[in-house]
């Protein structure tokens, strides 16, 4: 949605805005989720003992050294507030084109990272304005608009 949004503000264009912007959605800047990553690297998974249980709201796999991990801010953000942000970061209006929801999809989502905090001791800390901030100036150096 960054790119797609601020590719047509940047050209004028109206931004498809799904439910009439009453959604919610975790967005987490890229460092962060390097950041998270190269951190989780050293949380190695290790099968519990013959007995042991898996702690409660940890995926380790009982049967195999794996695990699922959440990287996310753990914040829902309403799409409104995440648009406003890139035209804040654009310094240009958009064009909404509002819409009804998709089929499929769902008003609000958003990450639990509590497993990566308790594994890594890491939160996500970027936060939406500053991370599309970033992103809006790779992107106008990028293309050199």
């Given at each position: 949605a960054l790119f797609k949004f601020t590719k047509a503000i940047l050209e004028d264009r109206p931004i498809d805005v799904?439910?009439?912007?009453?959604?919610?959605?975790?967005?987490?800047?890229?460092?962060?989720l390097v950041e998270a990553i190269r951190l989780l690297i050293?949380?190695?998974?290790?099968?519990?003992?013959?007995?042991?249980?898996?702690?409660?709201?940890?995926?380790?796999?009982?049967?195999?050294?794996?695990?699922?991990?959440n990287i996310g801010n753990s914040t829902p953000v309403q799409l409104t507030?995440?648009?406003?942000?890139?035209?804040?970061a654009t310094g240009?209006?958009?064009?909404?084109?509002?819409?009804?929801?998709?089929?499929?999809?769902?008003?609000?989502?958003?990450?639990n990272a509590e497993l990566l905090q308790h594994l890594t001791g890491y939160r996500p800390k970027t936060t939406v304005q500053e991370?599309?901030?970033?992103?809006?100036?790779?992107?106008?150096?990028?293309?050199r608009i």
């Open positions: 799904y439910n009439h912007g009453d959604m919610k959605r975790d967005f987490t800047y890229v460092e962060d050293d949380a190695v998974p290790v099968r519990p003992a013959d007995g042991e249980e898996v702690p409660e709201g940890d995926s380790l796999s009982p049967v195999a050294p794996w695990r699922v991990v507030d995440y648009i406003a942000a890139i035209e804040a240009k209006k958009a064009e909404r084109n509002l819409m009804p929801m998709q089929a499929g999809d769902v008003p609000a989502t958003w990450a991370g599309v901030g970033r992103f809006v100036d790779w992107y106008r150096d990028y293309y």
